[in-house]
Structure formats: C-alpha cells, structure tokens
C-alpha cells in the first residue's frame, strides 16, 4: 500500500486541511513533518468547522492515527490546548503520538522571535512571532531542547542554561528587555512531561513497521513550496521544509517508500506576510477574492494577500516536489466573473520568463503576463462530477493542469467535507 505525501504547491493556506480530512478515512496513519503552530489548516465537517494549528489533520477521522514527526517544533501549551478543545467537543484524541525527537518551543523561543522581528523594521520577516524560527536555528545550533528531554530533569537543566548563557545577553544588551531566569523554564516544561507523556513515542519506527505492514500513510505539509527554506522565496520563507523531500527526513522514511506527491493549489493565489508576489491584486478583484474566500489566516488572523493564479509557480512546484497529482481548491469562488486572468509567464527586464527566476532580485522584479479565460455564473457547489461543471469552469481546470505539468485529480467546489469531485483515486 501507498506511502502519500501531501504538501501545498504555492505560499500554503491552499487547503491542505481539506484534502487531508478527505484522505483520512482511508489512511491509517496522518504525520505533520514540519513547521509547528505557525500553520493553519481551517476543516469543515458537517455543520462544524475546526482550526487546526499544530495537529495533523486526519486527528478528525477516528480510524486514523496521527503521528507527529520528528521535524516538527511542537509548543506544549498550544498542544494541550488544542487537545483539549478538540475533546470538548467530542473528538477523540487519544491515538496522537508525537516524536521523542520533536523540538519543543521553549517561552525564551517566542520572546526572542517576537523581539528579533520588532528590531529589524521594515526589513521585517512576517513571521507569525510564534518561536518556530529560533527553535530551528537552536536545533541547528545544537542547542535546542526535544520532547524527550522532558523526562529527565538533569538534561533539561542543562540544556537551557547553555540556550540563556547566549539569548539573555542578546536580550538585556542589545534588545533591551528582561532576561529570563532558567530555573522558571524548566519548571515551566517540567510541568509539561506528564500530561504529553501518553503520546511520546518512538515514531520512525512505528511510521516504517506500519508500510511493512502494508498500512497507508500520509505525509501532511504545513506552510507551502514558496516558503521552503531551500526552495522558497527566501528570505520570505518559513525555517524548515515543507517541501516533498522534508517528509523524508521530518519523519524518518526513506525516499523509496514515498509513492504518490500530491500538490494542493487554489484555484488563485494568496500569500500571508512579506515578500515577493507577482500576481498580487490591489484593486475590487482582489478585494472580492478576500471577501468570497474568507482569506483571513487561521493562526495568524491576519488578511491574505490575494492575486490571479500563477502558473509559472504551479509548474515550480511541480519540479521541485515531483508531483504526481494536483488537488485545485476553491474552484467556487471564482464563480460570477466573465473573465479570469491567469499568469503563465513572467516579463523581466523586458524579457518573457516561464520558469521561476533563479534570482532573488529578478523575482522581485517580476511582472506576471496574462492568459484571459471566459469565467462562468452558475453554481457550482453542488457539483459531483466533472461533467457537472459549466462548461467555462471545466476549460479553466483543464487549461491550469496544463499549465502546471501533473494532473488535477480532485476539485473544491465548496468548503464542505462532500463538496469535493474526485478525478482520479489518491489510493
């Protein structure tokens, strides 16, 4: 059986959560490979909506455990209380396991994020001030904390003495705040240990015993290709690797056991925080992308930057991920306009471009060039088939899988679970 990866194919927010919560009944197992709390995943099931930031998706189908990988950084206050919230409302929580290997988000991660974000001014990040960014570079360092220091207290200790020594002095001397006494951390993450302890385990190993046992696993993104740290628009970029390679090593599987990369793409283009975006729209079109599409960010609250689909990104995407399939979202809310516009090249310096600059500074630069499809005004939310589309929607999905390089094998027509027409199987 399948071992699936799926990751959002332009900046994220694409609906991930969605397509995941789709999957979920039929995989046994859901695992975040990366990112933290910094990513949102809005899914709808039922009459109920759920926000989900750091847990895997596929928590909200019972047949599914979700795991919570190595690459992951995890911040104990956000999880139990997301656990908590979703067992108030009569989800079971009960099958999560989380990595020994995660990287926990200590208080002293987020003041310095917070504080780091604040110095640099208008040459800001946009990071969403959460701490993920200073936990990656503290695991780079060596310096950084995992889930399963939390059981043994010496360790712990040591560990954020060594990570203060450094970052109270960057805090009293250069940015000028309080510095933070070790001792109240560690009680702070000590009283984390037991309540986390159900979930803690040895997740490479059950991930690999699971494929040899046949099982089906699916690898969930957060963030999208745009913000990988390697292959994002960087500096703009989030500090790990959403990207299809990151679920490798963010969970511990080799490459050969990955069959199926799937890329969410919506059916325009939205970006949250700063940098580059070509498509961008500053006028009532985007204005109307944001209203219809309710873009506002699931962690962050902050409003998306909204633009035309970008093709030139999709077909990135593509390359970089080896993707097999596409899942468009949001096709519905396009409806009611006469004519889409959609990027499929790039003029820089006076020069058409098709693929994504390798340069930072022309990416800046970038002017998007414009196809114009007929759009359509009949609603489509009701739609279960392909053939159900207007005829203009269908033109539209069959002329941005051409564009993107790999097939669209499923469509959003709507936010709901069942608003979804399936092309081809996933499993």
């Known amino acids: 059986m399948p071992a699936l990866v799926l990751l959002g194919a332009q900046w994220g927010d694409e609906g991930k959560g969605k397509a995941t919560d789709l999957l979920g009944g039929s995989v046994d197992y859901v695992v975040r490979y990366q990112g933290g709390n910094n990513a949102g995943h809005t899914v709808v ?10 847990l895997p998706s596929g928590i909200l189908s019972p047949s599914c455990t979700p795991v919570i990988g190595n690459g992951v950084v995890v911040d104990p206050s956000v999880l139990l209380s997301e656990l908590s919230g979703l067992n108030e409302r009569g989800v079971d929580t009960s099958k999560l396991l989380i990595s020994g290997n995660a990287h926990i988000i ?34 780079i360092n060596r310096v950084g904390i995992r889930v399963q220091d939390l059981y043994d207290e ?32 560690v009680e702070e993450l000590l009283g984390y240990a037991e309540k986390l302890r159900p979930y803690v385990a040895d997740t490479v190993l059950v ?79 985007g204005e109307a992308l944001r209203r219809i599409g309710g873009e506002r960010g699931v962690t962050t609250g902050r409003d998306r930057r909204c633009g035309w689909f970008d093709a030139v990104i999709a077909r990135y995407a593509t390359r970089v991920n080896g993707l097999t399939d596409f899942f468009l979202t949001k096709l519905d809310v396009l409806t009611g306009w006469e004519e889409i516009p959609v990027c499929v090249a790039y003029e820089i310096d006076g020069k058409r471009v098709e693929e994504l600059p390798y340069s930072q500074t022309d990416f800046h630069h970038a002017k998007p060039i414009y196809e114009t499809l007929p759009g359509w005004s009949e609603d489509i939310t009701k739609a279960k088939s ?27 027509v709507g936010p709901g679970r069942d608003e979804t027409i399936q092309i081809n199987s996933f499993l």
């Open 207 to 285: 991930l690999n015993q699971a494929l040899e046992d046949d099982k089906v696993v699916l690898f969930e993104g957060g963030q999208g290709t745009l913000l990988d740290i390697d292959h994002g628009t960087y500096p703009f970029v989030t500090s790990s690797n959403p990207t299809a390679g990151g679920a490798c090593t963010g969970a511990g599987v080799g490459p050969t056991k990955i069959s199926r990369v799937i890329g969410i793409l919506k059916a325009y283009t939205t970006r949250v925080g700063a940098g580059p975006f070509p498509t961008e729209l500053f006028d009532e079109d």
């Open 106 to 139: 200590t208080p002293y991660h987020v003041s310095m994020d917070k504080v780091a974000e604040r110095f640099l001014g208008k040459r800001k990040i946009g990071t969403t001030g959460r701490g993920i960014g200073p936990t990656y570079a503290d695991k």
């Open 154 to 185: 010496s360790i712990l200790t040591q560990k954020v003495e060594a990570a203060l020594d450094v970052k109270n002095q960057m805090l009293t001397k250069l940015y000028n705040r309080r510095a933070i006494a070790a001792d109240q951390v």
């Open 45 to 54: 099931v039922g009459d109920q909506k759920y926000a989900l930031h750091l």
């Open 386 to 412: 392909f053939s159900d589309l207007p005829k203009n929607a269908q033109n539209y999905v069959k002329a941005l899988e051409e564009m993107s390089g790999a097939p669209i094998s499923a469509i959003g």
